[in-house]
């Protein structure tokens, strides 16, 4: 049985005051459910985040560089992240990907080393409209899949979670019917089973993410090969991110 896991991706968003003020009502509002939950925060906040000492949410990161240290302008290493108190780090969210021209190579240094830290990566990919148009959307998944993780031992993939965000429907109000997210999904395990094989594919967690809401995290939620949501403009509301965790209240 796979543990389902939600979690939320505040991108550029709030201060570390409005951070704290939110995760503080989330414990509060959260009932202990079955579901792990995750905040991902932006950098600024992860450390007052942490001193909140969470009982029901997680910490995570949204980005990370894949060197221990040096002279990297800007960027953040994974120790850093593990330093403040993150459990999970996004990596590959199409939004690194195509505003800052991040490639599959560059994630997979990164996937790779958060895994050496214990750092547990939410890896997303997910095809464009066009591609999706063109029929590509199995080809651009199942290659992203598997290119972020090569090298990944057989020992460390449980520790990963995969999201699937179809590009069209992050933060379009589009999002992807329950059946068509689930058959993507099962086609990135198919992969995982050819790379690995089936018990592992078998345990890893994959989510949907794109426009996931209160009104239709169920759908998702019941479908088989569906273990969670990666939540963007939804999770920044406690009411409505407690209810997407609460979906079967
Ligand atoms: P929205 O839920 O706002 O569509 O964003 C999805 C997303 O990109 C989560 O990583």
Redesign the pocket.
Known sequence: MRTPII???W?MHKTVGEAVETCRKLEEVVTDSPVEVVV?APFTSLSALSALGMEKVQLGAQNMFYADQGAYTGEISGQMLVDTGCSYV?LG???RREIFGEDDELINKKVLKALELGLRPIL?VGETLSQRKAGETEEVVVSQTAKALSGVAAEQLPQVVI?Y?PIW?????E?STPEDANRVIGLIRSKLAELYDGELAGQVRIQY?????PENIAGFMQQPEIDG???????LAVEDFAAIIDYQR
């Open positions: 979690a939320g991706n991108k991902c996004i969210h199409s939004e997303c999201a965000e429907a992050i933060g379009t109000g999002n993410g794109g426009s996931v809401k949501a990666l939540v963007g403009g939804a999770s």
